[in-house]
């Protein structure tokens, strides 16, 4: 592509990629020795929801005007996420994964929640201060 910011997000994509498939070996490797994957797998979760976002949000830039109008098979309709290998890509394909995207930060804990995980057990760093510490009955109200 011509445009410098398009490819500079690709660039950032293919990046990330390269990221979650090293972490991905390191987790399987510690699952098939016995070990539990631990906050990596929180570092993982955030890297792909994220990636998952703003790949489908880049998709839609590529597409400009054609990504207003849904045609062809979508993607998402059997819930499965993604299309058979050899689909032609959609644009419906594409808009239905940019607006699943957005779930993807939510589930399996938010990104805050994972960001709060990799702090406190990767980082070390304190754990917030929390409202309700001690038992709910407790509580001054």
Same mark, same amino acid.
């Given at each position: 592509t011509e445009d410098p910011r398009i490819r500079q997000r690709l660039a950032w994509c293919h990046s990330k990629v390269e990221i979650m498939r090293w972490l991905g070996q390191q987790v399987l490797t510690s699952f098939l020795n016995g070990e539990a994957p631990g906050p990596k797998s929180s570092i993982g979760k955030l890297n792909w929801s994220e990636?998952? !976002?703003?790949?489908?949000?880049?998709?839609?830039?590529? +597409?400009?005007?054609?990504?207003?109008?849904? &045609? *062809?098979?979508?993607?998402?309709?059997a819930g499965l996420g993604a299309a058979d290998a050899g689909t032609p890509n959609t644009?419906?394909?594409?808009?239905?994964?940019?607006?699943?995207?957005?779930?993807?930060?939510?589930?399996?804990?938010?990104?805050?929640?994972? !960001?709060?995980?990799?702090?406190?057990?990767?980082?070390? +760093?304190?754990?917030?201060?929390?409202?309700? &510490? *001690?038992?709910?009955?407790?509580?001054?109200?």
């Open positions: 990636y998952h !976002r703003t790949v489908t949000e880049l998709s839609l830039d590529i +597409l400009g005007a054609d990504a207003m109008i849904m &045609e *062809g098979d979508t993607a998402y309709a644009t419906s394909a594409w808009i239905n994964s940019f607006l699943a995207a957005r779930s993807g930060t939510i589930y399996a804990g938010t990104s805050q929640v994972q !960001r709060n995980i990799i702090g406190e057990r990767v980082l070390g +760093l304190p754990k917030e201060p929390r409202a309700d &510490e *001690g038992p709910w009955n407790e509580t001054l109200r």
